[in-house]
């Protein structure tokens, strides 16, 4: 059995992990931490883990998070920088749901965040956690950088696209529609129930955090720096992203083979038959990626449609994915469960 | 591995169904059968199946339903009690999720179900498939009644109170609200999204078809004629059911404590502490009943909460903790899923 | 032109108002004060006022408000008791839409608000703004208390059968469902989109502020104190109020006719068929209270269903009608809007 | 008074168009046919509408549609083509809210609509409804092909930088998010509640009716051949069009104040501050649409986010815009309601 610590259960991050690892044939929970909700019962605060979860949060300053074989920081940015270090050098594993590691230029990484960085020799040492990228690097890895939520959708989406150097890596656009969940559960009235639900809108068009680790995973998959315009949108659903990727067509490819082959062997990206149009809701609560592929008109614009659940493939199924490469077992373990639909 | 077919999977409870038993440990599917889908595959009609249910939807008539050892029906009223009688001749064991079965005065079904009945004795041999109150002849049983789910939820919430005989059984009130998804996977406009979004209203306030089983089942288990005013609402979202009971107390208990002693060894019912409000989204996609006693202002007047998910504990869910009964396999087999939150 | 101020208009009710202000044939809107967004153009805050309503929120201490002849209070509970006394010396009317001067006896106020009341002599003073019962003293009143909304649909749904007697008044209840919206605009994680979407929960089972206040009401109209049971529960939707009323019969009565006679002059509120299940969207965005009358199986048990939207005939629509009355002009000035629907 | 008639009242443009209609200063409708409910009152049909509108539907052979000044159709595709002739001819005027007048195109028109047109004179005869584009030939017409949704909220967003020359009008890209009133008030599975909440997918990606109709209005403007990428997706809301436009720059322009100026005198279209994100409720029950501009990043890649309600900028308003100007009286008359928010 994996030990495994939880820092910061009370996001929608952290109790998602809970529902995976609580089911986890291979994981023992060992402590979720909170300091603001130190003694309280997990299940107390969410209902739907009664029973499952029978830990009290506890106050990471008397968690016993440096005997765990593995720790998960499901904690805002700017956490995981400061702690990750203490408990790499007793002898964990980290894995980091945050952004706090996954933008390798130090320089940038400021410039988004707005704050300094408190490790910046971790940030060389951390491997970014899109297996399907990584698989090699991440089995061998103490530290996880686990991919935002965009960037996976949009990532997957384009990867197959710029690696194999077919369409113009200077003008790709990422329209992505996020659920409000991907907002966190944070008492802030613009995600209150009767503002975002019924309504639609774009926000963080002149730049959102997401748009520099997009393209940094791209650029290294092109071999060369990459342009990319990316416009969120809030959707009134609690969880899903829908990406749809635009990208002009300079060289000709069967582009439907394309993606076919380059996720064949992937167990959680499902390449759809052509014509199809994912819904979110057929990822909904799973750990996998669907996407279908279009060239409207027969035109030079490719047109990709991307989905994932952004707590599960977004977040914290993504990092069980990489628990399981680290501790050799099999990748899947953990991550069957079949969407929920309706 | 016990064969399994489902007649009807192309409803709700039917996608429900195939999706907790294609995560079943013990079960085989052997046939998924619509007569107007036959030859689709069944996971391009539900992606949220794909490279999980490998069948096709098949004609009832070239169906392999009679070398399988237990057929659910998931079909509409008034199928399966056709069809059911040659199965049973067969061999094989029937979970009917429909109402054919569910009530034992053939004429008060008549009245209500608006058709005569197709196989009165099997009427008689019937058993209602409420686990927490015939588990010992669901064991047995040929063929199971299985609830449905406004009464799952209104039974369990009334049965300690009636059953100790404590509340006036004369003038009980089940004020109950439903997810959309309770209304089915019909074309017709009044559940159309931009009907049943964003509104709430009552239907079928002068009568509905869960009164008489509810009102059969709470008989039985108070001994004597009981009288319900039963009115069901639509609540937009998809799945749940939020039964609030009324109930006039006419001898003094401790309440909470009776609750609790009588569910105490029920797996799948889960008695909340004093003071809860459950809300329906802590059992969704799970086959538990959440339920809260409540005496405002200590008068009378008791009021009792009861959530399910009227898809999983309110119907496919229950089947399959019917059909772990009949085979003797564990209560809870297939069945441990956690609640998905948010 | 009446020259109105409005105090508090970041939230929903004060949001509303300004809508339904704005479109009004005879009001002149002179200021909308705001401490927190002093300077903040009101249409920047709510961009569907743009170029409808061109002032900017104004601190209290600096707004022309005692030269108004009407101010509204759009405040939380505990302000307008505490300024509502200068603005009537200074000979401004008001209608407060908080709870400040709704109940009569002091000490139950207190108990329930948990606060000591400001002015216990304006308490004695104010008319509670419910026209279908005070239409009279509302005309000449300085201070009104506006009605909340579960008070106002449930008042009105059981006002004709208190009046006349005819059903057990110690034991009634109110099972009453509201959107979101009813609980303001207050940054709090349980009305965020992720958690109050796509979910249904009771709350203040044990006991809700609005209890007392409908109680009041009810037991004026019936001339003895009155015994209700009041479980108000959250739905997933922005506006509306579905108040589901039980009532055992004590006299026989035809109690369509009885409704339909009670309300035939009113012009906000319309009494339904028979047979009918008003949906909230059908008085969505607009004031009106649709009624309809139920008695199942023709037991003794009645059930009425009423339904308004809250923020408008529950709060803001009220408003407006009870400033109408109190500066003789037509009762439906303003007033005429058609329900949104779809 | 304008008398008016409505052929097809029973959908969401239809109820939408009456909803406006019997709060229009200068309207006296006189007939709403509908061959399925003639006999039906309009009012029990859509009960917003008690006490506003005492119509019933009226079977179209004995309506009184050719002694109306103006008739509107809000009818499925293939209808007015049959019928507007006779009315023109009678002397009514004709606004068609389907698409059989739009494309000028008949062999275009043939090709997407997948039938024969049956008054290819009258195609040429009738002006594309858009304001702010053909307001002076509005004025004189006779027959109105009132715009599609879809076509109003991104032609509006792409005219200013079409008609400036500005951008390379040969890879624009709009991918555009409908709420499901934009599907109709069909009986149709995939826009049942239980379908299309809690999820977002995209459809039509190989190809949109709107398509077409959006390139004729943006040839028009650029005065040559435009090439589009239109990608529209369904979003869990009732009303509401959000469309996100892509435009590459060939010729630096101040782009603000060029949308600034373009729609400086309309009366319906709103720019938005630099910096601002339109979200779909502020428009929502109101004739406007909302547009706000970006350049992210700097780069060589515009955004222009647009909003607007599809029932009413996207159809009845337009429609009721089209006859203010066709009858020479104020064109906001009856279109000043304000958006309803939250």
Redesign the interface.
């Known amino acids: 059995m994996i030990k495994v610590g939880v820092v910061g259960g009370t996001g929608?991050t952290g109790?998602e992990l809970l529902?995976l690892l609580?089911?986890h044939p291979q994981v023992e929970l060992r402590a979720v931490t909170s300091r603001a909700e130190a003694g309280t019962a997990v299940a107390d605060m969410?209902?739907?883990?009664?029973?499952?979860v029978k830990l009290q949060f506890s106050d990471p300053a008397n968690s016993p998070l440096d005997s765990c074989d593995l720790v998960y920081f499901a904690t805002p940015n700017g956490v995981a920088m400061k702690q990750a270090g203490a408990l790499l050098d007793a002898g964990a594993r980290v894995i980091d749901l945050s952004a706090d590691f996954r933008i390798k230029d130090l320089g940038l990484w400021q410039k988004w965040y707005g704050m300094e960085h408190a490790s910046p020799a971790l940030v060389a040492d951390a491997v970014y956690g899109l297996p399907e990228v990584n698989r090699q690097h991440i089995r061998a890895a103490r530290l996880i950088a686990n991919p935002g939520c965009y960037p996976t959708a949009t990532q997957l989406g384009f990867l197959p696209l710029v690696e194999a150097g077919c369409v113009d890596c200077g003008?790709l656009?990422a329209?992505a529609?996020s659920?409000?969940?991907g907002a966190g559960?944070?008492?802030?009235?613009n995600?209150?129930?009767?503002?975002?639900?019924?309504?639609?809108?774009?926000?963080g068009?002149?730049?959102h955090r997401h748009?520099p680790e997009i393209e940094q995973g791209l650029a290294s998959a092109a071999g060369r720096a990459v342009?990319l315009?990316?416009?969120p949108?809030l959707?009134?659903?609690?969880?899903?992203i829908?990406a749809?990727l635009?990208a002009?067509v300079e060289r000709e490819e069967n582009f439907q083979a394309l993606f076919e082959r380059r996720y064949a062997d992937e167990p959680f990206v499902?390449v759809?038959p052509p014509?199809?149009?994912?819904?979110?809701?057929?990822?909904?609560?799973?750990n996998v990626c669907?996407i279908?592929i279009?060239r409207?008109?027969g035109?030079?614009?490719l047109?990709v449609?991307s989905?994932i659940d952004n707590l599960v493939k977004g977040a914290a199924g993504q990092a069980v994915q990489n628990m399981n490469l680290m501790f050799g077992i099999d990748e899947c373990a953990g991550l069957?469960?079949?969407?929920?639909?309706?």
Chains 1, 2, 3, 4 share one sequence.
């Open positions: 929608y109790v529902r609580a089911q969410f209902p739907s883990l009664r029973g499952r003008h656009i329209d529609k659920g409000v969940s559960r944070k008492a802030e009235t995600i209150l129930f009767s503002e975002a639900s019924d309504s639609f809108k774009a926000y068009a002149p730049g748009l342009g315009t990316f416009v949108h959707t009134p659903m609690i969880r899903g829908h749809t635009y002009r499902d759809l014509g199809s149009h994912p819904d979110t809701r057929s990822v909904r609560a799973a669907r279908a279009h409207p008109q035109g030079d614009t047109v449609l989905v069957s469960h079949i969407p929920v639909l309706p």
